[in-house]
């Protein structure tokens, strides 16, 4: 099993399928992460809560984990992405979840500066894997 | 069609009898009419005359004949008058003296005789011919009088006259070619009965010197007959005097019955047609004809006539070469009326509006033809005189009026496209051709104005064009559409794959019978169905991106993907050779997924367990790019060539797997910047794929 992740972060879960957020939050609840977790399922919604654009902030005090989808109604991932890496305040680690394997989606988000780009349905090594490389969490023994 | 005359201005108008060509035609015809009735009147009128002029010189012929036979008469008559005077003397003489002393009175006969050149002879016998005198001195010799004795007895006692006698002397036949006419009287005593004979010898000769004398005229004949119509003297020669009595011959067959002087014209025993004059003696049985040859006397006339005919034929052949001169000018006229009329029916014949209008006078409209009065509205009264900028009404500022404004002052031809206005204000778009009419100084006198509705014209070619928009702008939602779909179903199928992977992993094991089968298949499907959405995708993203074209240096590119695939490249020990590598202006992402699609193939389709060597390089052909990419690979198939570049093939057929939809998506890219791609066979194993990038704007052979 894994270690949790820091109890203060949280993870936001950005996403406009319910299924695919619900896969999402499987996965992460299969890993042993109980962190408190929230899914937005609107561009613009997300960067309220996040506190983008001249928004307050919500409540948390440590930036969550984001993991963001491109497709998405209201703002798109990339206007997102873009948003949280314009405000250097907020430092949030990004994950990009998305069905697209585009090279060139792939590319965009990394010249934005996301921290790691998945391709969906979410394989729960991959997962590990990034939170891990992101010092998120630290793997202790063997996998499932 | 004069319309330079100061004042007035009159329209061009081609009259109708002009129009259809056969005016000036017909003027020829009447023309040659006249010329033929003059010159044929003429001929009738010389022709007349010269009849007329012939006829009266058979008449002064025949009066002329007339005159001569009268003379001739009269001088015949005298001559045998004087003769037969004396004989009857004689006659009368011997009758009284019984018979009884000849020679005194012979002696008398003499005396009486005296003054007679023309006598030969006198033999004066008994009846039955023993000759009691002969002047020529052959008394004894006989004579044949049997004949005058029995004439005397039928017809009486009278002069008997001929026949003629060969010979010089009566009773001597001699063929010296001399003649003598006897003239003999019967004299008779009392009761009748015949005493003596006595006869004249008279000397042809005689007679035919004077009738040569009087016959001057060439062709002339004087003949002198008795009643039946044996000849007894006659001028010329050739005369058969052994020949009978000829009463078939002219006058004697019909004419002498009915007067006993006349004339006509016919053939003589010459041969010559002659006008001849007769006349008869009732005193004695003679008939004297005169003719004159008509042979000459039609010489004399068409003499006569020909000083007149020529005068004439002079004046005709004037006329008839004054005649021909005109006929020449008018049928050349014709022609060129035809021509005219075949000109000026095709103005009012053609479906465009044709206007002329003077330069000199501010382009006044001079002639409209009938379809610019259907395309306008406007007939040739309408516009007459004045400048055709009437049909733009008060639409004065269209931006093609100032070169059709430029290009008639400049006296240009000018074809643009105006809006004009017929006369009801309805508008319309015209095609408009101004054309510069020169004469023969190259002074421009005129402008053709040709115009068209293509108002029509204009509204198709609009529909059109909005059609073709429409087009365009369906196509492209279809597109969008496709690449929009093709994303949302993704969705559910991401959803499929993660909960099938997820049931994999919480359901209970083993699973009842078929259980990990239907995982397997499910887990596949999903896997299937995602890659081929994933290639839709990207295949309709192609169409939908709209992002411009840059400058994309393509060894940069290639070098970058490499980059990326290193570890794959790694992998497999591939050797890349990228040789130069050009930069082409293009769709910088679009052309990376070409570049990454045919990299990627390269390395995937190796021989199994060969280490791949794989050549990228650009050349420059005839403006253009081509770039390829060649491998040492599996290759494909010559008959597949085709088939892995179509997008319905490659969703329809798998067998190539793993190809995907990456080769159309590739052709689809470089078809939209109008280049080609396409696969050939390496020598040695392997492909060569290929691809071009047109209009890169860089000269071959740079690099």
Redesign the interface.
Known sequence: MTTKLREEVSILIVED?P??AR?LE?AIR?LGLDNPLVKIARGDEAMRYLGLQGHAPAAAAEPPLVLLDL?LPGKSGFEVLRALRAEEAHRHPVIVMT??????DRRRCHEIGCDDYLI????EDELVASLSRLGLIATKGPD? | MNTRDGGSLRPLYLPERMRDGGYTRRLVLWAVLFVVTILVALCLLVGVIAMNLRQQAMQRAETEARGLALAVTDSVARTVQLVDGALQLTARRLAESGGGDPERVIAHLYEELAFAPHLRQIVITDPDGTVLHDSAGRAGARLDVSDYVERMRTVGGMLQIGPVHQGRFLGQPDLTGQMVIPMTRVVTGDGGAPVAVVVAAINQHYFRASFEELATREGGRVALYLHDGSLLAASGGGHDWRQAAHSTREPFSERLRRAEFGEFVTDQPDGVARVTAYRMTHVWPLVITVGLATTVIEAEWMAEAASMAFPAALVGAVVLLMAVALVRVMVARAREEKALAVASRALVSVGEGIIITEARRDNRIVYANPAFEAITGYALADVFGRNPRLLHGDDRDQPNLAEVRESIEARRPVTTTLRNYRKDGRCYWAEVTITPVRDDHGEVTHFVGIQRDITRQKEDDAQRRGLIDELIAATAKLQRFAFVAS?EL???I??V???A??LG?VLPRPLAAEGEEALAELEGAATRARQMV?GL??YF?VSASDEPFTDVDCGDMVRTILA?ISDTVAACAAAVEVRDLPVVRANA?QL??VW?KLIDNALKFRHPGAAPHVVIGARAVSGTWLMYVEDDGIGVPAERHEDIFDLLRRLHGSDYPGLGLGLPTCRAVVERHGGRIWVTARSGGGSVFQFTIPGAGIRPGEP
């Open positions: 399928d299924g695919h896969l499987i299969r497709n069905s697209s394997d585009d090279v060139e969906k349905p979410p394989d499932r | 994303h993704l969705q559910p991401v959803s794959q993660g909960f992977t997820l992993k994933g995708r990207e993203q990326e992402g990376r997924l990454r």
